[in-house]
Structure formats: structure tokens, C-alpha cells
């Protein structure tokens, strides 16, 4: 088993849909990190949690330590969220390990 | 502000071929990290870096050479290049410490024939 699982590993959505994308992990950490890569293109950094809740524009990522669970919720979504999400998990070093990736396409 | 340059993008070589993806980074970052990226699994660590002329591997560094003489340059030597070195590689930065933002670079397409 995967220290770090996500699911759906595929998603497809009709635009203004409301998107949740999970992220359970087994290993102790100080850091959750959700990362966007678009097809053929680069990875960035949309949060860096370690507890509770973080929004940014219709983005809202979550995460309960207990529990070792996170998500990751796409309000009102577009295509051009369209891209794989990958959610990376640390300790006390920087060393991460990270998912395999939801693979989002939201239709027009 | 460039952030995280990698190049090549792209680069075919053949079997036993040598050569040296770039990374640079202008924030000063402590911390500089190589990745491949393979379908079906997650991004696995090559070597990392904590500051110049300290490097350590990762999870899958057989194949791979790297030297960090500068803050600001990590390259990546691959020796002598596999088919099974056909990869998607990423460079990334961050500050020491977990809590900090990764950035990461452009990518760069491997195959090897």
C-alpha cells in the first residue's frame, strides 16, 4: 500500500461543478502540500497545509491531521482547471512523497 | 523573479550517451531537489541538496550524478544513458524546513533510444 493514496485517480466534471479530490496518507507529517500539473506542463504549488483549512479564489484545501486526511475542493469549476493534482506529504525534513495524481478534465 | 530554469525541455539520446540536465534557481534556496516523474506513479526523489557542496540521493539515484557548487545551480548527470532513464525530470527549490513552498521547474522530456 502507497503511503500516500489519492482518489479519484480520474475525474471528469461538467463545468460549474463543485470538485472534491482526496488525499489520505499513513506516515507521520508537518506538512501537506497540493500541487497542479497541466498537461505537458510544469507543477505548482496551490497549498501548504499543516492544519485546518486554506482558501484561495475557488480553491479550498483542507486537512485533518487525526484522521491523516485531505482534500482539495474546486468550487464552481472551469475548464481550465482541467490538469492532474498531486498531493505531497513531509516530515521534519523536506523530503516528500507524493501521490500518484487525480487526472481532472472538466467539459465545457 | 525566473524562479526554478531547467533545460533542456526536451532531449533524445541514445543508449550509453552522457549528459547533464541544468536546474538554477534565483531565491536563494536552500534546499534543491531532482525528480522523475514516470505514468502511473508518483514523483520519486533522485538526489536532493541542503546547500552548496552538501548532496544526498534519494529513492531512485542508481544512473545519476549530482553536484551543488553554487546555491543557485543543481545539475543532474546522467552517466550513461538506459531506456529506462526515458523520463519526465523536475527540478525543484524550496527554503530548509518543512512549511515552505516548493516551486518547481518546467520539466524536461528524456528519451532514451
Known amino acids: 500500500k502507497n503511503e500516500v493514496e489519492q482518489s479519484p485517480q480520474n475525474l471528469t466534471a461538467q463545468e460549474g461543478e463543485f470538485i472534491t479530490i482526496n488525499c489520505s496518507y499513513s506516515v507521520g507529517i508537518s506538512a501537506l502540500h497540493w500541487l497542479q500539473q497541466h498537461p505537458g506542463g510544469g507543477i505548482v504549488s496551490l497549498f501548504m497545509l499543516s492544519s485546518g483549512k486554506k482558501k484561495h479564489g475557488r480553491l479550498i484545501a483542507t486537512i485533518n491531521i487525526q484522521e491523516k486526511h485531505s482534500s482539495l475542493h474546486i468550487t464552481a469549476s472551469h475548464p481550465r482547471d482541467s490538469a492532474v493534482y498531486i498531493c505531497?506529504?513531509?516530515?521534519?525534513?523536506?523530503?516528500?512523497?507524493f501521490g500518484t495524481g487525480t487526472l481532472l478534465a472538466v467539459q465545457p | 523573479n525566473a524562479g526554478v530554469t531547467q533545460t533542456p525541455k526536451f532531449q533524445v539520446l541514445k543508449t550509453g550517451q552522457s549528459m547533464t540536465l541544468q536546474c538554477a534557481q534565483d531565491?536563494?534556496?536552500?534546499?534543491m531537489s531532482w525528480y522523475r516523474q514516470d505514468p502511473g506513479m508518483g514523483l520519486r526523489l533522485i538526489h536532493y541538496?541542503?546547500?552548496?557542496?552538501?548532496?544526498d540521493q534519494g529513492e531512485v539515484p542508481n544512473g545519476y550524478n549530482v553536484s551543488r557548487s553554487t546555491t543557485e545551480d543543481f545539475p543532474l548527470r546522467l552517466l550513461s544513458a538506459a531506456p529506462s532513464q526515458t523520463s519526465v525530470y523536475f527540478c525543484?527549490?524550496?527554503?530548509?524546513?518543512?512549511?515552505?513552498?516548493?516551486?518547481f521547474g518546467e520539466g524536461s522530456w528524456l528519451t532514451v533510444v
Open positions: 541538496s541542503v546547500g552548496a557542496g552538501i548532496t
Open positions: 505531497a506529504v513531509g516530515g521534519a525534513t523536506n523530503k516528500l512523497i
Open positions: 525543484a527549490s524550496s527554503y530548509t524546513g518543512q512549511g515552505n513552498t516548493i516551486y
Open positions: 531565491m536563494n534556496h536552500e534546499y
